[in-house]
Structures are given as C-alpha cells and as structure tokens.
C-alpha cells in the first residue's frame, strides 16, 4: 500500500477521533465547571455551618442567671396565674367546658 492510499484511509479516522475528543474536552471542561461551583457553595456553607458550631459554644459557655425563689413561691404564683386566667376567660365568655368540671 502506498503512502497516498494509507493517509486517505487513516485520515477520516483521525477526522473522527479528533471530533471525538473536542465533544470529551467539552465534556470535561462543563464538569470541571460545575464542580467547581459546587466546591465553592461547599466551602460558603461549611464557613456558615463552622460559625454556626463557635456560636452555639459560645451560648453554651454562657451560664443563665438562676432564681433563687423557693419552689413554694412558685407554686403560689403558678396558682394566681391560673385563677387570673380562669377569671379573664369567664369574664370574656369563653366557655372553658371541661377544664373546670
């Protein structure tokens, strides 16, 4: 076989292969893309999420004030709370059915 005849025969070939691999860079180029937008919404949410985690630390590090009311204090003002709720609702009509029976 000649030179002439082997280059009209391996060039639709290479024609063909290198269509092939322009479509595969292509491909490969919109892949690298989307991933690196996804690697980038990773690391804004990780830095989201990392703030998230030193705040609650920082809330759990932080002691409430307690009240130191003796518990039958309490229940005299749970008590009051319940009746001023029980007169409000009578005076505004609310039937409270059960509740009371």
Not at 30 to 51: F, S
Request: hydrophobic fraction near 45%; avoid cysteine.
């Amino acid at each position: 076989m000649d030179m002439a005849k082997q280059n009209d025969y391996l060039q639709p070939l290479l024609d063909l292969m290198n269509k092939r691999m322009d479509s595969l860079e292509d491909k490969i180029d919109t892949n690298t893309e989307t991933t690196n937008k996804i690697l980038d919404q990773a690391r804004y949410t990780n830095g989201r999420v990392t703030q998230a985690e030193k705040d609650i630390k920082v809330l759990q590090g932080k002691k409430g004030k307690k009240l130191n009311i003796p518990t039958s204090i309490l229940y005299l003002i749970a008590l009051a709370a319940v009746i001023a709720l029980i007169i409000v609702a009578k005076l505004l009509g609310v039937e409270l059915g059960e509740i009371l029976s």
